[in-house]
Nanobody
């Protein structure tokens, strides 16, 4: 069983930055793509970004392009999300997820392990 544990959330003013981390258990971390999703109050969970198994390919939702950066350290079984220029509309619970393949996708059904989420609140 794979466990994903997010950390790094918190409260930040608009324009500020946060760095989220997601630590994964198990020995197969480097075989699978990882993704970040988020869910704002009253809204559906949505795709933010994904990274393939070796970190060589990423794709971002339009609303975070140029502000967020995903990376991974396969030696440490950890994926990161650097969030800059945060806006109040970025307020949400952020979830990391492990894909069922090494490539990943923007679709939640392609992810079979999920973390518990970490709250990010951006004040105006």
């Amino acid at each position: 069983q794979v466990q994903l544990v997010e950390s790094g959330g918190g409260v930040v003013q608009a324009g500020g930055s946060l760095r989220l981390s997601c630590a994964a258990s198990g020995r197969t971390f480097s075989s699978f793509a990882m993704g970040w999703f988020r869910q704002a109050p009253g809204k559906e969970r949505e795709f933010v970004v994904r990274i393939n198994r070796d970190g060589g390919s990423t794709n971002y939702a339009d609303f975070v392009k140029g502000r967020f950066t995903i990376s991974r350290d396969n030696a440490k079984n950890t994926v990161f999300l650097q969030m800059n220029s945060l806006k109040p509309e970025d307020t949400a619970v952020y979830y990391c997820a492990r894909a069922t393949t090494g490539w990943g996708s923007p679709y939640q059904y392609d992810y079979n392990y999920w973390g518990q989420g970490t709250q990010v609140t951006v004040s105006s």
